[in-house]
């Protein structure tokens, strides 16, 4: 009996094959490699939990000192915003789902993070490339409002706009 080891490629479209919703284009999958969402696409419950999560981990946030890594303090207490994480996920996931994938989904891992601001540059923040398959995103949800002069995020792009 021989076993197949089969990529993240094969596996994903095997998934999709299988999955009885919505199939995008899957060229974007593998061609476009960054997707902006407006927050308005989603219910008014949605923004609901975003705020009352934002609260929450802005106030915890607000009483911490950097510890470790004086750039960067992790949220510690999940089970205090579980709910919330639970039901954004319930709204995101079948979007993403529907409009991205074309399959269903494993989510594999959820942090809450808070960049701390620092005048220097360097390690991940002047650079870093996470080197997941094409499969796996990042899908990031921002808890307060950014633009071009505060978003710790961002991206190269070639120049018709697909992520590099």
């Excluded at 994903?12 to 199939?23: M, T, V």
């Excluded at 319930?90 to 959820?110: A, R």
């Excluded at 490339?129 to 505060?150: A, G, M, Q, R, W």
Aim: hydrophobic share 30%; net charge neutral.
């Amino acid at each position: 009996m021989s076993t197949r080891i089969r990529s993240y490629k094969d596996y994903f479209l095997e998934a999709r094959e299988k999955y009885k919703g919505n199939k995008p284009d899957v060229n974007f999958f593998y061609k476009k490699g960054v997707m902006e969402i407006d927050p308005s696409t989603f219910s008014h419950k949605y923004m609901d939990d975003i705020n009352t999560l934002s609260e929450i981990v802005n106030s915890y946030f607000d009483k911490r000192n950097p510890t470790d890594n004086p750039k960067l303090i992790k949220y510690e207490n999940f089970s205090k915003i579980r709910k919330y994480v639970k039901s954004i996920s319930e709204i995101i996931v079948p979007y993403f789902e529907q409009n991205l994938y074309g399959c269903h989904l494993y989510v594999d891992k959820v942090y809450t993070w808070r960049n701390v601001h620092h005048e220097v540059k360097e390690d991940s923040w002047l650079w870093h490339f996470d080197n997941n398959p094409n499969e796996i995103h990042k899908i990031i949800i921002y808890l307060n409002d950014v633009d071009k002069s505060n978003a710790p995020f961002q991206y190269l792009m070639n120049q018709d706009g697909f992520g590099k």
